[in-house]
């Protein structure tokens, strides 16, 4: 059994069934079609679409890049979303963050369609999962942890699972599938008491606190599985995980690495998610 949980194997895993849909979908005459919306040219967004673009390509899914002027304001804006939803060609669209401030992310995330929401942004979207539903679309990063998970062998139902972080963008939603998994699920926040005492009592940890390295052998039951969402730069802007992998190492059963572990699926269930939108929209799932 393996010790080191590898996210490149998953991701190529997740890949190649990409692949094979949208080939299909491609075949039957639509073509696979992602939107990138960014306001402006940080030299972050453009790293991270390129990134978007190269992966898309290489699972057959097009990508329309649209860049609005970083003082663009909020109605213009609005209206741009508006026609993105609109537009049958496109089957899901990615929001660059942060928007500029002169837009307002609690507003603007409720105008993303449900139906073309590949990241989870709306409420709406983060509510279905919330309520337990199945066949939705799912939030990247926590799916990812779940993908990474499974595809080991390991199981979920009735495992003591802590979750560490409790954002509305990895702790609580992957808390809430985990618990549709039928897992029993502890989430940890910066107020929980004792956290190594409660952390040392789980069968799978997961970390997500963006705490670079805090997570020592103390927080962690022998042979526990240990997941390591956090993608942090370290005193010498070196990336590093919330856990210090190297004292963790020894005492854990199995471990993710930063990186190669968790942020190597998330992309991979965002291409994943877009075939989702695209099938859905064509009534084909
Ligand atoms: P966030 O919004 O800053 O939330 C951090 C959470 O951790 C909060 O709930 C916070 O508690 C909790 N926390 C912070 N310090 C803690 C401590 N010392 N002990 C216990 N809990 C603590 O961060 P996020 O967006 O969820 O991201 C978390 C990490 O995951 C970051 O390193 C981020 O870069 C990484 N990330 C990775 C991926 C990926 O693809 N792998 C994707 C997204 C994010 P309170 O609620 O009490 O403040």
Known sequence: MEKVLKGKEVSQFIREKVLRDSSKLR???VIPT???VRAGNSADDIAYEKSIIKACSEVGIEVKSHVLEENISHDPYVSFIKEINENKNIHGYMVFRPLPKQ????VIKHLISPRKDIE???PLSLSRIFEGETDVIVPCTAAAVIEMLKYY???LEGRNIVVIGRSLVVGRPL???LLKEDATVTICHSKTHNLAEVASKADILIAAAGKARFLKKEYVKPGAVVIDVGINTDENGKLCGDVDYDDVFEIAGRITPVPGGVGAVTTAILLRNLIKTAKKQLKLS
């Open 175 to 177: 808390s809430m599938m």
């Open 34 to 36: 992602l939107a990138v």
């Open 27 to 29: 075949a039957d005459g």
């Open 120 to 122: 989870c942004m709306n």
């Open 153 to 155: 062998g390991e199981k």
């Open 103 to 106: 837009l307002d992310e609690k």
